[in-house]
Antibody
Framework: EVQLVESGGGLVQPGGSLRLSCAAS????????MSWVRQAPGKGLEWVAN????????YYVDSVKGRFTISRDNAKNSLYLQMNSLRAEDTAVYYC??????????????WGRGTLVTVSS | SSELTQDPAVSVALGQTVRITCQGD??????ASWYQQKPGQAPVLVIY???NRPSGIPDRFSGSSSGNTASLTITGAQAEDEADYYC????????????FGGGTKLTVL
């Protein structure tokens, strides 16, 4: 079955760190760009970061640049998001997603169920 | 604030046609993709590119674009189409950043 399964969410204090993981199965993970997208409680979707197939290119939304790091291990079919210096506004469900397209059209065609990160004292 | 603007809420009578729009400067250069999200569930891709549907998405869903506006049309809306809908595209800054619209809550009456 083609799927993405996130893990690693939880409660963390402001200023703390957390590492999210996403396990991919059912497709050739190393052939695809991957992404993290988040959704604050009761709010809309927000793109967080993308990573190229070999990890050589990474893009981040400005609000997390310098604090979050996206990475991947193709041998383990896994995607990661290292989150440091966490803030209350980082509280959200974090989704792992497969990202495709190029030139004039991009899209997230496969999504995990998400993992909740709560930043609170 | 989002660079892609959507109406917060739209309603449609069962079996009728509804158009959900997404406006933004970047849509003059790039196609939007559209996602359906039901409460407590992950988003699902429904339209991408010029007007492409992933496998399993009913053909009552279609997409179009004109100028700075992308549209998702549901022809013959069903009760199960009641959900939040989000558009997504590259932002207009020229940087490799992507943005979602604020979302449209579709109610099927």
């Amino acid at each position: 079955e083609v799927q993405l399964v996130e893990s690693g969410g939880g409660l963390v204090q402001p200023g703390g760190s957390l590492r999210l993981s996403c396990a991919a199965s059912g497709f050739t993970f190393s052939s695809y760009w991957m992404s993290w997208v988040r959704q604050a409680p009761g709010k809309g979707l927000e793109w967080v970061a993308n990573i190229k197939q070999d990890g050589s290119e990474k893009y981040y939304v400005d609000s997390v640049k310098g604090r979050f790091t996206i990475s991947r291990d193709n041998a383990k079919n896994s995607l990661y998001l290292q989150m440091n210096s966490l803030r209350a506004e980082d509280t959200a469900v974090y989704y792992c997603a497969r990202w495709r397209g190029g030139s004039y059209s991009w899209y997230f065609d496969l999504w995990g169920r998400g993992t909740l990160v709560t930043v609170s004292s | 604030s989002s660079e892609l603007t959507q109406d917060p809420a739209v309603s449609v009578a069962l079996g009728q046609t509804v158009r959900i729009t997404c406006q933004g400067d970047s849509l003059r250069s790039y196609y939007a993709s559209w996602y359906q999200q039901k409460p407590g569930q992950a988003p699902v891709l429904v339209i991408y590119g010029k007007n492409n549907r992933p496998s399993g998405i009913p053909d009552r869903f279609s997409g179009s674009s004109s100028g700075n506006t992308a549209s998702l049309t549901i022809t013959g809306a069903q009760a199960e189409d009641e959900a939040d809908y989000y558009c997504n595209s590259r932002d207009s800054s020229g940087n490799p950043h992507w943005v979602f619209g604020g979302g449209t809550k579709l109610t099927v009456l």
